[in-house]
């Protein structure tokens, strides 16, 4: 393992990628600065670019989007009040209140640093607990694979929104849209009403920047929350590094906690940044002395935020690269990649590729070191893109998609379909579904069909997948799931009851 | 729409496809008991359509929303960057088919701007500027730099 490990960090330290990592970190922290922008809006938009380059180093350039897109929603979290990307919502509560107060410096200091160390932190677990998870995925076999595809849907559907149903919706529709095209095993056409340019379904890249990116961006069309352009002087965003280093050190604790809570978030397939900064948060404020002054520019409030989501793209990769599972939407982008460069994620790819898979995980810490240096350094400027308008942002924005659409396989039917997509991306935003476990679903339909098929040509026996202990297990867990969503959903019921008491008719 | 609506075109939906996967083609060898290329698909129609049942039955609101003229023209301006989003997207790819790549994006960046901007003063010389120095650097950046051909338009 010492030895995968020296070829990884070696080739992570090539120039070639080092210079991916450095331009996807700048250009993940321009996104995450955005307000409205995802990150995986800035992973998929980035992802046409990386066609021309070898496999680590378009991975590299993805983790460097990632890692600088955690961390420069912070940005406008504590200059605008607006949180640059979901994954900052946390950061919000404590990061503006200190600006107003005052100093914008101190705070977006305390973000940056906290943001490194939740990286470090989250790239020991990474570099600890996907090797020997990889070992133990060796030992799954079609059953395994099943049950555990069935386990990452119920948890995406449970956790992801606010409804179970509409959850298991987008995960099926996810699916089944991914059955169009030809049959894994048969070679047999299904659903292309004889379009020839439907042979091939429909490119998954494709879909996910017509879901994420589309919806997302006609959203922030209907929303306008735009700052109109400012030609008064960004705000004074010096930062205090004394100040910044002697807050670090009070909160050792809550970087310890929040990105203990974010890595194990991020292992947990669909619950990504979104949940995990407002639950780093929540845990640090109940482990803190001085749970009353969050939410008032406490410097702790920062940190757990700012902490816990970063740490939490390092947990999405230990599935990713272990087992071939996603842990969270910009991971699922990556398996995409690694699927165009004709990689095959899963259990093999630690053995079989050690120096992409040590590579990606060095490149995460690079990634950091990297952020934190660019991040202080060029905050002023940063401030600044923060006024960008969106009537300008927009067009360019639906362009570049349509470009990426476009060079997957140079045919303008994809942009087509990115359109089609979008629509319905848009359309699920509006009704409430969730489509995390959509694009979850769609990745995983032809491993799970496989799967089953390989298991029941192997052996008919379906009770095998209740008695081979690895896949109850995940059978179980996948039931468990779906009972402590009902569980939490009436807990939740009953206290807003108690809160409101309904008095009788008199 | 109504979550009710939504679960009953689910369901209906899901029923459609399920008719339509008894059209595949048979392949010419016998399929292990019976799992064929619908195998799949219609296990996961079959999920959908309970759902979408679910959903019919225990959705919130009414089965046919209840709109009004004066509803719609009310929730106009709040949707109108989106419909003219959606709409010039379409005109977009066709452009991109006809005239190319750079002319359209050209077009569709200026009128996209132009349609968003809030206010009236706009300064339609930068708005071309920037459009046509973003267009051309794109292609450039992939011609050169990716060696991927945006294409030129079936017109030229």
């Given at each position: 393992m010492f030895e995968a490990w020296m070829i990884g960090l070696g080739a992570a330290l090539q120039p070639h990628v080092l210079v991916a990592t450095l331009i996807?970190?700048?250009?993940?922290?321009?996104?995450?600065?955005?307000?409205?922008?995802?990150?995986?809006?800035?992973?998929?938009?980035?992802?046409?670019?990386?066609?021309?380059?070898?496999?680590?180093q378009g991975i590299a350039t993805m983790i460097g989007v990632a890692v600088g897109g955690s961390s420069g929603g912070l940005i406008s979290a504590c200059l605008l009040g607006i949180p640059g990307t979901p994954s900052s919502v946390a950061t919000t509560f404590d990061g503006y209140p200190m600006a107003q107060k005052g100093e914008p410096g101190r705070a977006l200091g305390i973000g940056t640093i906290a943001s490194f160390f939740g990286s470090a932190i989250g790239f020991v677990i990474l570099a600890t607990a996907t090797p020997p998870l990889a070992e133990f995925g060796l030992q799954f076999g079609p059953w395994e694979f099943f049950s555990l595809i069935a386990f990452a849907l119920t948890i995406i559907?449970?956790?992801?929104?606010?409804?179970?149903?509409?959850?298991?919706?987008?995960?099926?529709?996810?699916?089944?849209?991914?059955?169009?095209?030809?049959?894994?095993?048969?070679?047999?056409?299904?659903?292309?009403?004889?379009?020839?340019?439907?042979?091939?379904?429909?490119?998954?890249?494709?879909?996910?920047?017509?879901?994420?990116?589309?919806?997302?961006?006609?959203?922030?069309?209907?929303?306008?929350?735009?700052?109109?352009?400012?030609?008064?002087?960004a705000p004074n965003v010096n930062i205090p590094y004394g100040r910044v280093f002697r807050d670090m050190w009070n909160s050792k604790i809550a970087i310890l906690v929040a990105s203990l809570v974010g890595a194990g978030?991020?292992?947990?397939?669909?619950?990504?940044?979104?949940?995990?900064?407002?639950?780093?948060?929540?845990?640090?404020?109940?482990?803190?002395?001085?749970?009353?002054?969050?939410?008032?520019?406490?410097?702790?409030?920062?940190v757990a935020s700012e902490a816990g989501n970063n740490a939490t793209f390092a947990g999405a990769l230990v599935p990713m690269l272990a087992l071939g599972i996603p842990g969270d939407a910009v991971a699922a982008v990556m398996i995409g990649a690694l699927l165009i460069h004709g990689l095959t994620p899963g259990p093999l790819l630690m053995t079989t590729q050690p120096l992409l898979a040590y590579g990606a995980i060095s490149t995460f810490l690079i990634g950091a070191f990297m952020m934190v240096i660019i991040q202080t350094q060029g905050m002023r400027l940063f401030a600044r893109l923060t006024l960008v308008p969106y009537h300008v942002l927009v067009p360019g924005i639906l362009v570049l998609t349509a470009i990426g659409a476009y060079v997957l396989n140079n045919r303008i039917f994809d942009i087509w379909v990115l359109f089609f997509f979008g629509l319905v991306g848009y359309f699920m935003a509006k009704?409430?579904?969730?489509?995390?476990?959509?694009?979850?679903?769609?990745?995983?339909?032809?491993?799970?069909?496989?799967?089953?098929?390989?298991?029941?040509?192997?052996?008919?026996?379906?009770?095998l997948f209740l008695t081979r202990p690895i896949s109850a297990l995940f059978l179980v867990m996948a039931f468990l799931s779906v009972v402590y969503y009902f569980w939490s959903t009436s807990r939740d019921a009953a206290r807003a009851r108690s809160a409101h008491p309904v008095e009788p008719e008199k | 729409m109504t979550d009710r609506l939504?679960?009953?075109?689910?369901?209906?939906?899901?029923?459609?496809?399920?008719?339509?996967?008894?059209?595949?083609?048979?392949?010419?060898?016998?399929?292990?008991?019976?799992?064929?290329?619908?195998?799949?698909?219609r296990g996961i129609l079959i999920g959908l359509f309970v759902l979408g049942l679910i959903l019919l039955i225990k959705g919130d609101g009414p089965l046919?929303?209840?709109?009004?003229?004066?509803?719609?023209?009310?929730?106009?301006?709040?949707?109108?960057?989106?419909?003219?989003?959606?709409?010039?997207?379409?005109?977009?790819?066709?452009?991109?088919?006809?005239?190319?790549?750079?002319?359209?994006?050209?077009?569709?960046?200026?009128?996209?701007?132009?349609?968003?901007?809030?206010?009236?003063?706009?300064?339609?010389?930068?708005?071309?500027?920037?459009?046509?120095?973003?267009?051309?650097?794109?292609?450039?950046?992939?011609?050169?730099?990716?060696?991927?051909?945006?294409?030129?338009?079936?017109?030229f």
């Open positions: 996807g970190v700048v250009a993940g922290i321009i996104v995450g600065l955005i307000p409205g922008f995802t990150i995986v809006m800035g992973v998929v938009l980035v992802l046409p670019f990386t066609f021309a380059m070898d496999a680590l559907a449970s956790l992801s929104g606010t409804s179970l149903t509409k959850g298991l919706i987008a995960g099926l529709m996810g699916m089944f849209m991914a059955t169009v095209g030809l049959d894994p095993m048969l070679g047999i056409e299904r659903y292309t009403f004889n379009w020839v340019e439907l042979q091939p379904g429909f490119a998954f890249l494709t879909v996910l920047i017509g879901l994420f990116a589309w919806s997302q961006l006609m959203k922030d069309v209907e929303r306008r929350e735009s700052p109109t352009y400012d030609h008064r002087a978030v991020g292992i947990i397939p669909a619950a990504g940044g979104s949940v995990a900064n407002i639950l780093a948060y929540d845990q640090v404020r109940r482990t803190s002395r001085h749970p009353n002054q969050f939410g008032k520019g406490f410097h702790e409030g920062i009704n409430h579904f969730e489509l995390a476990p959509f694009v979850l679903g769609f990745i995983l339909e032809p491993i799970a069909e496989i799967n089953i098929k390989r298991a029941l040509q192997t052996d008919g026996n379906l009770l | 939504i679960g009953l075109l689910l369901a209906l939906f899901a029923a459609g496809m399920y008719y339509q996967s008894f059209f595949f083609k048979q392949p010419p060898f016998q399929t292990f008991q019976g799992m064929g290329a619908a195998f799949f698909p046919l929303p209840r709109w009004s003229l004066g509803g719609l023209r009310a929730a106009l301006p709040r949707y109108r960057g989106v419909i003219i989003s959606m709409l010039l997207f379409p005109v977009y790819i066709l452009g991109i088919t006809l005239i190319g790549f750079l002319y359209s994006t050209i077009i569709y960046m200026v009128v996209m701007q132009l349609a968003l901007y809030p206010r009236r003063d706009i300064s339609v010389l930068y708005v071309f500027a920037g459009s046509i120095a973003f267009s051309w650097a794109l292609v450039e950046v992939f011609r050169r730099l990716l060696n991927v051909v945006l294409p030129a338009g079936s017109l």
